[in-house]
């Protein structure tokens, strides 16, 4: 069974390196990936933020983010790059598939009780107590409409 | 023990301050409310550490986490969105201390 990781990396590099790097960034970032043989879910690049405190002496840094699904074997081949190059100045890797799939499972199982509620209960109720309710606003109705 | 019981007034001062730590320990027990954790309620079940916006309501003036016993959250809640903030620690979207 192939198991298919999501990971989410940030990364931030250098703001005083040139425009093209900043600008080719994820390219380079996305020729990695794809030579390891993993895919890239979604790449973005954020822009230019204020750090919340200095990193190397810089205020400010260039964001981006990236989505990637793979094995695990790209992440280690995109960090050991990383941790070599310059202008990458900070990067963090989290992986996301086991808390999503947690999260969707807890959303789904609220939804199933939540509609379980609406249409069992409502169910039972129609059958001793609001029937009575439905039959008199039946009636009311007819009586409005003549 | 047996020296405090002594009719000694050094040792008598010393016996007050003692009473009135003990009161303060007790009024500091009193101090926290019984809060229901509010992130149960809206059930969250992600903490993203990149939605500084969501993270920032836990993190009073100085940058600490807030501790359960203010914020009233759940253990489970608690442990999230402390390895959210730390998460969003490093990579500079939250401060470490804010002076």
Same mark, same amino acid.
């Given at each position: ?6 990971? /989410? ?19 380079? @970032?996305?020729? =990695? ?20 405190? /200095? ?11 990236? /989505? =990637? ?7 280690? /081949? ?5 941790? @070599?190059?310059?202008? @990458? ?58 | ?20 730590? #003990?009161?303060?320990?007790?009024? !500091? #027990? ?16 992600? &903490? ?5 916006? !969501? ?12 501790? #359960?016993? &203010? ?17 969003? #620690?490093?990579?500079? !979207?939250?401060? !470490?201390?804010?002076?």
């Amino acid at each position: 069974m192939a198991k298919t990781r999501t990971y /989410e990396v940030v990364v931030i590099v250098d703001r005083n390196s040139s425009e093209e790097d900043l600008a080719g960034f994820p390219a380079s @970032v996305a020729g =990695i990936i794809e030579k390891q043989g993993g895919t890239i879910t979604k790449s973005e690049d954020m822009g230019m933020r204020r750090l919340a405190y /200095e990193i190397k002496h810089q205020t400010e840094g260039r964001y981006f983010l990236f /989505e =990637i699904d793979g094995s695990g074997q790209e992440i280690a /081949e995109l960090e050991r790059r990383m941790r @070599v190059s310059d202008a @990458v100045v900070r990067y963090i890797t989290v992986r996301v598939d086991e808390d999503r799939r947690r999260a969707a499972k807890f959303k789904a199982k609220r939804e199933r009780k939540a509609s379980r509620r609406n249409s069992g209960g409502g169910g039972r109720r129609n059958r001793n107590d609001d029937f009575n309710f439905a039959a008199a606003a039946a009636t009311e109705e007819e009586t409005v409409e003549a | 023990m047996a020296e405090q019981e002594n009719g000694n007034e050094t040792f008598q001062g010393m016996e007050s301050i003692e009473q009135e730590f #003990r009161q303060m320990r007790g009024g !500091f #027990r009193r101090v926290s409310r019984k809060k229901s954790c509010a992130l149960c309620r809206d059930k969250v079940d992600i &903490i993203d550490f990149k939605d500084i916006k !969501f993270l920032n309501a836990f993190i009073p003036e100085r940058g600490k986490i807030m501790p #359960r016993r &203010i914020s009233g959250n759940c253990a489970i809640h608690q442990r999230m969105l402390a390895e959210a903030i730390k998460r969003a #620690r490093t990579i500079a !979207f939250l401060p !470490f201390v804010t002076d």
